[in-house]
């Protein structure tokens, strides 16, 4: 997912014609769905014969339990809308919850790092969090400075006001 929301930004920064900066971003957003739909049912396999809604475990587990499937529905809910924006424009509130979403589901890996230190040994963990803060704070640098563009370039554009008396 951050690839394709980073074609999506980098299309701004790099003045790359914007449909070919779509169509990238819906390729990678496609694949995203369906790894985040794939890694789900590995999950359930794996969690075969425990409770697949955290009852029983820690407040932590529960939240990261409960919070994954909301991402998981949004996920889904947001490959939809945007597979339809492909062929018609609409939905403009689609690029604000997409990275909300993805900051959503960025939160929850985290979360769920806390849990494989019961597996692998802490360098492990380690790594992991700093991949995931990395990611996020790279994607999240790219969408700050997409949008600074954006507006300068709004700015640069906008018609002149002149308080001429007619």
Known sequence: ????????????????????SRKKHAMYQIIAVLLAIGGWIAIFVAHSGKSHTGSGATTVKQIHVWL???VLLGVVFQGFIGMMKLRKK?????????????FLGALNVFLGTFFISYAYNSAVQIVTVICILITVSMTLLLRTLAKNQTKEENETYAPVQTNIPY
């Open 68 to 70: 994954g499937y909301l």
């Open 90 to 102: 609409f939905a403009k509130w689609h690029g604000k919850i997409g990275p909300a979403i993805w």
């Open 1 to 20: 997912m951050p690839q394709g929301m980073n074609h999506y930004f980098a299309g701004t920064l790099l003045e790359v014609d914007r449909a070919a």
